[in-house]
């Protein structure tokens, strides 16, 4: 059966010895953004596993937009990244949407919502979603 996971890059790390001084954090931004040709780890979480089927209804409740657009590009291409360049977007959809949802996408639309808090103060976090047919 199809799912599909949102993974939270949350920790990444530098393959060295030295720490990076504070004063250098957007070279170290810069080279997390460019990833594993500088020796960068990503580190993901699992945030949420849910039912293919019972996502594409989560898309459904979307009206036509934006929004909807990016969460049904998982459907259209089997992942999509959430990251800083979202967090407006798909929050200002997920609040103004909060009614139509089922109680399980309230809980989802919850999740994110502190997810997308959590990348507007840390924008190198996103969060990465996943079809998988376990």
Not at 13 to 25: C, G, W
Not at 29 to 38: F, M, R, T
Not at 51 to 76: H, N, T
Request: net charge negative.
């Amino acid at each position: 059966m199809a799912k599909v996971y949102f993974y939270l890059l949350n920790q990444r790390f530098v393959e060295n010895d030295s720490q990076v001084p504070e004063a250098a954090k957007e070279v170290m931004y810069y080279s997390l953004a460019i990833g594993h040709h500088v020796g960068v780890i990503d580190c993901f979480k699992k945030l949420l596993i849910c039912d293919y089927a019972d996502y594409q209804s989560f898309v459904d409740e979307f009206p036509e937009g934006e929004a909807k657009r990016k969460f049904a590009g998982l459907i259209k291409f089997g992942e999509i990244v959430i990251d800083s360049s979202h967090v407006n977007l798909l929050a200002r959809a997920l609040e103004q949407n909060h009614d139509a949802f089922s109680e399980t996408h309230k809980e989802w639309a919850a999740i994110l919502m502190d997810t997308l808090a959590s990348i507007q103060r840390e924008p190198v976090m996103y969060i990465m979603v996943k079809r998988r047919d376990d």
